[in-house]
């Protein structure tokens, strides 16, 4: 055993003085830990209408710039639960929004494409290569199929002519196919649509073959003119096999010669809007004839909301059973204050009843009007 001296004694005292010292130190802090502030965690940014400093984006700012969450999650919900494919696309045309569902695959169009048929023209007329008082000869043989009012003065006639004006106004106000077809004529035939669809970057927008031959693909027929005669084509329709009509139908609904996405369509009728794709007497002259439009009272027209202005072009295609094709309706709604919406509501197929549709598309129109932030 080793028995400490006097001076290791001392410094023995020394070191437990040193010891107590540090002790005490290590014990302060352990009490005082808990009583440090604690950081606080980082504040989440502020919704885009509230609380915004005075040199930032206005309400009508955000507006412009993103839609309105609740108006997208009411868009989404009436797209998925509609019964079959269903194409949805909302634009503010004077902002820089848009949004959509299922928006950018091909749809049926039918006679939407009247529109692009009607620019078409109205290009021409803008460049001295036509006239909007250009006299068209339509006869027996010029006759389509379906809706074609001025049918029964062909054939009451053997003939009639008809100034390019007033075929615009038949073909897209009363949705005329024989007054389409002899604008189609007039305006270079179908590559001509397809030109200026390309020339003006419209997108995912394609143009058929003209009004018999499409619909006579549709029903798996091969044409022939006198289908256009009275009731010839559906007795003629009948007659074909329904698994033929149902083959011929499903390739057409898989990839239609006519169709078009919702969110290309969207963007043209922004550009239309815009005055970017005719000059301003044309467009004017456009966009007029669509304010009167006459086919589908009930569909987008009758969502929108009192006080506002309404352009619109509708389409409607074949129906085989319980399942309707191309039903469709596109449109600009302008508010009071002057804002701009486009609105395509397209039905690819459904087996959803006609008031179900109108229903449908009306609830869009609406919502857009209630959202709307003016």
């Not at 997208?72 to 045309?93: C, N, S, Y």
């Not at 202005?309 to 409607?316: A, I, R, S, V, Y």
Request: with cysteine.
């Amino acid at each position: 055993m080793n028995i400490p001296t006097a001076g290791s004694r001392h410094i023995l005292r020394h070191f437990r003085h040193i010891g107590m010292i540090l002790l005490s130190v290590s014990l302060t802090a352990c009490v005082s830990a808990p009583n440090r502030p604690q950081p606080q965690q980082a504040k989440a940014p502020p919704p885009i209408y509230q609380n915004r400093p005075p040199s930032g984006p206005t309400r009508i700012d955000a507006a412009r710039e993103q839609p309105n969450p609740a108006l997208v999650r009411e868009i989404q919900e009436l797209w998925r639960t509609f019964p079959g494919k269903t194409g949805i696309a909302v634009k503010r045309i004077d902002g820089e929004w848009e949004f959509g569902f299922r928006s950018d695959e091909l749809f049926p169009q039918q006679s939407v494409s009247k529109l692009w048929v009607a620019m078409t023209l109205l290009d021409k007329v803008d460049q001295g290569k036509a006239s909007l008082s250009d006299a068209i000869r339509i006869g027996k043989d010029d006759l389509t199929v379906f809706h074609q009012p001025m049918a029964a003065e062909v054939q009451r006639n053997g003939a009639v002519t008809k100034s390019v004006y007033t075929l615009l106004e038949m073909a897209l106000a009363s949705s005329d196919n024989t007054a389409n077809d002899a604008l189609l004529r007039h305006a270079g035939g179908p590559e001509a649509v397809r030109s200026f669809v390309a020339k003006n970057s419209l997108g995912k927008i394609r143009f058929g073959p003209g009004e018999r031959l499409l619909q006579s693909g549709i029903a798996g027929m091969e044409w022939k003119q006198d289908l256009s005669y009275g009731r010839t084509f559906y007795a003629a329709r009948a007659r074909i096999p329904v698994e033929q009509r149902r083959q011929s139908l499903d390739a057409y609904l898989a990839d239609p010669v006519d169709g078009a996405s919702p969110i290309a369509i969207a963007r043209a009728l922004d550009k239309l809007a815009r005055g970017t794709l005719l000059s301003v007497n044309s467009t004017k002259l456009l966009q007029s004839i669509l304010k009167r439009t006459r086919s589908g009272p009930n569909r987008l027209k009758a969502g929108v909301p009192s006080g506002w202005e309404f352009l619109h072009k509708t389409g409607t295609g074949q129906v085989l059973g319980p399942v309707a094709t191309g039903y469709n309706d596109i449109g600009i709604m302008t508010a009071p204050d002057g804002t701009r919406y486009a609105v395509v509501v397209m039905l690819g197929d459904t087996t959803a009843s006609i008031p179900e549709r109108m229903r449908l598309m009306q609830a869009v129109t609406r919502a857009v009007g209630r959202y709307h932030p003016g």
